[in-house]
Every structure is written in C-alpha cells, then in structure tokens.
C-alpha cells in the first residue's frame, strides 16, 4: 500500500510569491495533518484537517492556508512568502477519534526554498 | 504549558556501544508519547508509541522507550548502537485524535565506527 504522498519534493519560490503543497493521505485515512520544519528544529503544527473541516490549527499567520477534498487529499497554501518560510514542509495522515493511538504516519515533504 | 525538552542536541557513540536518548515533556492531558527517527533529507518514521499498559514499550530496529510519570520522562534506549542509527530523534506528545503532536527539538545521533 503507498504510504502518504507529497508533491512537489522541492521547489525555489522568491519572496512575495504563492506556493501550493499538497498530500495524498494513506488509503482509509480521513485526517491529514500539516507541519513546518526548518532546519534545525523539531517540526511544528500547522493545521489538522478531518472530513474536510478543521480541527485544528498552530501558531501559524493567516498567510497560511490548507484545505481538504472528497478524496481526503489536502493542499497547503502560503501567501506573501518570506525568507523565514523557507523550510520542510510535512504532510501526516492518521485516523481520527476514539480508540485511535495517535500515530502520525509522515510523507517525505516538500522542500521549500525562499529566494 | 505543553512542550517537550530534548536536552541532548547531540551525541556521538561508538558502534556496539549503548544508547540513551532523554526526553521530558508537559502536557495537561494524558500524554501520548512517540519517538520518531529521521535520516538526511527525508520524512519521520516511527519508532516507537505509548497511550497506556505496560511503561517498558518496545519498538522497531531494537529500540525501547520506558515511560515514567512521575519524572514526566519517556527515555529512548537502544542495548548495542549499529551505524545505520545515525540519525536525527524525535520526541513528540499529543492525544487520540492523531492529529497534534508537539515535538521537541531533537536529538542527532553520530555512531563512531
């Protein structure tokens, strides 16, 4: 079974411009979760998204967006890029609700480059 | 407020030695605790979990993590280090809705030959 895709791996954006990320979750999986990694650190929660609604968000400006779709796949938008947006961005499916262990199951990430 | 502290940033040991990676973390709710690795350039795999049960949990690639309440710890150990562990480590805390998970800044781990 393929496990969580994203697209594009990398990719070079200048500052001011727009960028699109986006994520297939695990076939069976309704929750797609969204991270920002840069170098150096942990990751950090961006948004959580379940049944198309979400049910959560971080610490993140208003420049960030993400939706879902019917086939549970997710788009992460960022407006206005600046250089500190430069980063790995994580995409994780998991299930959703009671009896769930929590577990994140990751994708490889976007690399994103802010010139 | 909720946050999870890897103290070590980095450490180096000698293949077939042991290793112990520290994590403590602070969370308002029943934790549910993880240790993720990720190689260069790559996503985060799972090593290991814990929700409840048994404190001592053990994982993939021969690593274990025991979970203490009462000193808010979930140490990663591994008995005999191999060089394809080299790596950066990942604690992370979060619940049962999969979707948050608060990760502290992480552990790379060097393996001397």
């Known amino acids: 079974d393929a496990g969580v895709t994203q697209s594009p791996t990398h990719l070079i954006k200048t500052r001011g411009q727009h960028v699109t990320l986006r994520c297939s979750p695990i076939s069976g999986h309704k929750s797609v979760s969204w991270y920002q990694q840069v170098l150096g650190q942990g990751p950090q929660f961006i948004f959580q998204y379940y049944e198309k609604e979400e049910r959560g968000r971080g610490n993140f400006p208003d420049r960030f967006s993400a939706r879902q779709f019917p086939n549970y796949s997710s788009e992460l938008n960022v407006n206005a890029l600046l250089l500190g947006d430069s980063a790995l961005y994580l995409c994780?499916?998991?299930?959703?609700?009671?009896?769930?262990?929590?577990?994140?199951?990751f994708g490889e990430g976007s690399r994103l480059t802010v010139l | 407020a909720q946050s999870v502290t890897q103290p070590d940033i980095h450490i180096t040991v000698s293949e077939g030695a042991s290793l112990e990676l520290r994590c403590n973390y602070s969370y308002g709710a029943t934790p549910y605790l993880f240790w993720y690795v990720q190689s260069p350039g790559q996503g985060l795999q799972l090593l290991l979990k814990y929700f409840s049960g048994d404190t001592l949990v053990q994982g993939i690639k021969g690593f274990e993590a025991e979970f203490k309440r009462s000193q808010s710890s979930f140490n990663l150990r591994k008995p005999s280090v191999h060089w394809s562990d080299a790596a950066e480590y990942f604690c992370a805390v979060g619940n049962n809705q999969g979707g948050k998970l608060i990760f502290g800044q992480g552990t790379e781990l060097s393996v001397k030959p």
């Open positions: 994780a499916s998991s299930l959703y609700g009671g009896g769930n262990t929590g577990e994140l199951f």
